[in-house]
């Protein structure tokens, strides 16, 4: 008797635990993806392709919500103080969840330990461009002509504190020279300058450059990756060229800390499925960018690599915001 209690006794807790497994992968309302930056831009857009596809394995509505401020900390904190139901998720830059927490004093959250992983979305790579008053046509003579002008060995970047401004500071150390930086409000008015010739170089992500490279206006000299970028098969990496850079950007989606895993899973599982359409692909491709599904461990391990390795030229550089 005693033996058939304790098989009943077992059969209820597996029961329950069934039951419990279901309610934990049930989606109760809506998923809300937020994006730290208004309608329009790289981030939105690949939040609204990834919505469009994902309601449909999720089997309820995915809105994409903007909460554009601050260079998307705004949104990252909102989501930081989500409820960890999977209802609330973000779409966030590499830069805000790896180079912001390194600069700005202010942020009052912990990458690391504050948002739960739930898988990556995109990379893309970052571009080195010349502009036409500048005669190097490779990174070889580039830094040959560095170094013959040393008045002259300035790079722009869209803003001070980016990924950009960094990828500078990157190139200096690698190739062991000085360079000055020069911060614009945004990559048009570096275009502008890298045009008009009043800075030699500038980094940014190749869409802006790619425009004024395929006229001939500008050249792009390198990107990072460890492989050719297949939207620009005619430009060489900077590591075939002998400068040990690699670093590629992203798109990630992270939730609420504390998200249990089986909602995490789910999450994860309409995202690759998102990723693997070959029409979303290809609408990725057209921005820039490469889908790149992986799991969400995965997700955890490129985010404590990629903090490993931009914390030593961030710090070397002394820039500190706030």
Do not use: C
Not at 162 to 182: N, W
Not at 197 to 204: E, T
Not at 292 to 315: F, Q, Y
């Amino acid at each position: 008797m005693h033996k058939l209690n304790s098989v009943r006794r077992s059969l209820l807790v597996t029961a329950m635990g069934l039951v419990l497994g279901t309610q934990a992968l049930a989606q109760t309302g809506p998923v809300r993806l937020v994006v730290g930056f208004p309608p329009g831009g790289s981030a939105d857009t690949t939040a609204r392709l990834l919505a469009d596809k994902m309601k449909d394995t999720l089997g309820v509505p995915v809105l994409v919500e903007n909460k554009p401020g601050a260079g998307g900390r705004i949104a990252a904190q909102m989501v930081k103080d989500a409820a960890p139901d999977g209802n609330t998720v973000m779409v966030v830059p590499f830069a805000v969840m790896v180079v912001q927490p390194m600069v700005f004093k202010s942020i009052k959250y912990d990458t690391t330990k504050d948002f739960t992983p739930i898988g990556n979305a995109a990379t893309f790579p970052l571009a080195l461009a010349a502009g036409p008053g500048t005669p190097a046509k490779d990174m070889k003579e580039l830094i040959a002509w560095f170094q013959a002008n040393p008045s002259k060995a300035n790079f722009g970047s869209p803003a001070a504190g980016s990924m950009p401004h960094f990828m500078g500071e990157m190139l200096a150390e690698a190739a062991r020279m000085k360079l000055t930086h020069v911060a614009y409000q945004g990559g048009a008015p570096l275009v502008s300058n890298l045009l008009g010739g009043q800075i030699p170089i500038g980094f940014d992500t190749p869409a802006e450059f790619a425009e004024y490279h395929k006229a001939g206006k500008l050249r792009i000299l390198a990107l990072s990756g460890a492989e050719r970028n297949p939207n620009f098969p005619g430009v060489p990496t900077f590591k075939e060229q002998g400068i040990d850079i690699d670093a590629l950007a992203w798109f990630g989606v992270f939730g609420p800390p504390n998200m249990p895993r089986a909602t995490v899973d789910k999450l994860n599982a309409s995202l690759q499925a998102a990723l693997k359409a070959p029409d979303l692909a290809e609408r990725l491709a057209g921005l820039g960018l490469r889908a790149a599904p992986g799991s969400a461990d995965e997700m955890s391990k490129r985010l404590a690599s990629d903090k490993a390795a931009w914390g030593p030229p961030i710090k070397a550089s002394g820039f500190q915001a706030d």
